[in-house]
C-alpha cells in the first residue's frame, strides 16, 4: 500500500522510541504514519530480556546512562519516568515481575509489550508501514505551508511537517539494524559522538582462552572495574561468565560500556570476603586442609583450580594451610583480590546489546529532542549519544525520549 502524500508527522523505525512516539503524537490529534524497512517490527523489543522483555527498570536515575552530556537525558526521564511506564504496563493488564535490582520483566513473553504499544498506535491512529525503504530526504524551502519535510521511499513519496528518526543503533544488524539515523544526522549537519558496541561480552586472546578451556560455562559473582573517560573508576558486582570466545554475564557486559581497548579491567574474584583474613583463620581451624581446596569452597571447584594452576608457581595451592606464611596469603589474596584480564576485544556490534555514542546531544533540544539547526527533525532512541546500563535502562531511555518527541512533533 503506498504512503499518503502527506501527513503531520512521519516517524522512520518502528522499534520502541518510534512506536512510543507515534501513541503520544497521535493521541495529540496528530496525524501520524511510521514506517520501517523490516518485514516486522519491535524486533528488538521480541527478542529482548531473553524474550521476556526487561522493559524497565524501578531505580532508573540519571546516573545509569553514558552520554558526553549527562545531564541531556535528565528532562525526558523526568517527564515519563519508570512508573508512567508500568502504570501503561498494569493497564494492559500485561503480567511482569522484578527479577532483581529493579529489573521488570514480562511474566510471559516480550510480545506481550509489543502488542501493548501496538494497541496504543492503534487507538492514537497512528498508521505503521513495513517493507517501506528511505530513499532520500530533503528539507522544503520555507513557506507558508506547514510541510517541511520530502521523503521519498520505496512505497512512494510523502511530505511532512515534523520528522522522527527512530532508527536505533548499528547492534545487530541481522534484526534489522542501519546507520540511517547517522546519515541523516550527517546530512542535516549534526555532530556524532564516536560509535562502538556496548553490553558486548569480551573476547580473550587463544593463550586466554586455553588457560580457561576447563571452566567454559561456569559463573562467579564478581566485582570488575575499569576506569572511565574522565579517569573516574566504573565498578558493577554482578555475575560473570566464562564462554568459548572470552568472558560475558551482566558484570561484563556492564563494564564493556566503560572499557577502551588496550586497556586492563580488574576483576576481584571475591568481592564480598576479605580472603587473607579468611586464609588466617582457616589456617588456626583446619591447618591440615589443603589451600586449593578451601579457595575451591569460595569459588566453583573448577575455577580455584584454573587460578591455582595460573598463580601457583609462586604458592603451590595444593599444600596443606599451614605451609604457608603471612606473606603468601597476602600474596594470594591480593591475586585473587586485583586479577587483571587484558581482554583481546570485544564481539562487536554481532552480539552487542546498544551502541554508543551517537548524535550528539549538544545538537539537540533535551525537551523536544528537535534539531536545534533543523525545525521539526526529531531523533529519539538509541540513535542519539545516550545509552543506558544493562537492566531495563535501554528501554526507558527509547520510552522517555519517544515521549518527549510525542508531545512537540
Ligand atoms: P530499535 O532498534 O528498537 O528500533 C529501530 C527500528 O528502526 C527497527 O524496527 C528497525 O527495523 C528500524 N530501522 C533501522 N534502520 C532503518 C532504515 N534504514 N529504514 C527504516 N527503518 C529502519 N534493552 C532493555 O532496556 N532491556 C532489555 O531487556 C534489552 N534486551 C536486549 C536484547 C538484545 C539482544 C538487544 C540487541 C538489545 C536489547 N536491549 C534491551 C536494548 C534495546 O533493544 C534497545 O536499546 C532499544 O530497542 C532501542 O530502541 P530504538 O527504538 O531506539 O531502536
Redesign the pocket.
Known sequence: MPLPQQTDVLI???????LMCAAIAGRRGRHVVV????NK?????L???GGR???TNLHTLPDNFLSANPHFCKSALSRFTQWDFLALVQKHGIPYHEKKLGQLFCDNKAQDILTMLLAECAEAKADIYTH???EKITALPASESPLRYRVHTSLGETLCESLVV????L??PT????G?GYEVATQFNLTLKPRSAGLVPFTLSPAQLAVFASCVGNAIEVRISCKDDKGNEASFTENMLFTHRGLSGPAVLQISSYWKPGQAVQVNLLPHLDLEEHLRHQQQQRPKVLLSTVIGELLTKNIAQIFCDLWGEQWNGNRPLNQYGVKDFQIIANQFHYWQVLPAGTEGYRTA??TLGGIDTKDLSSKTLEAKNQPGLHF????VDVT?HLG?????W?WASGHAAGEYC
Open positions: 522512520i523505525g518502528a522499534g520502541a522510541a518510534g514506517v520501517d524497512h523490516a517490527v519491535g524486533k528488538k523489543i527478542m529482548s530480556g522483555c526487561n522493559f517501506c525503504q528511505i527512530a532508527t536505533g543503533g547492534s545487530i534484526m534489522g539494524a542501519t540511517l546489546e546498544v529519539i532512541g538509541e540513535v543506558g531495563g535502562f535501554n528501554f526507558q527509547a
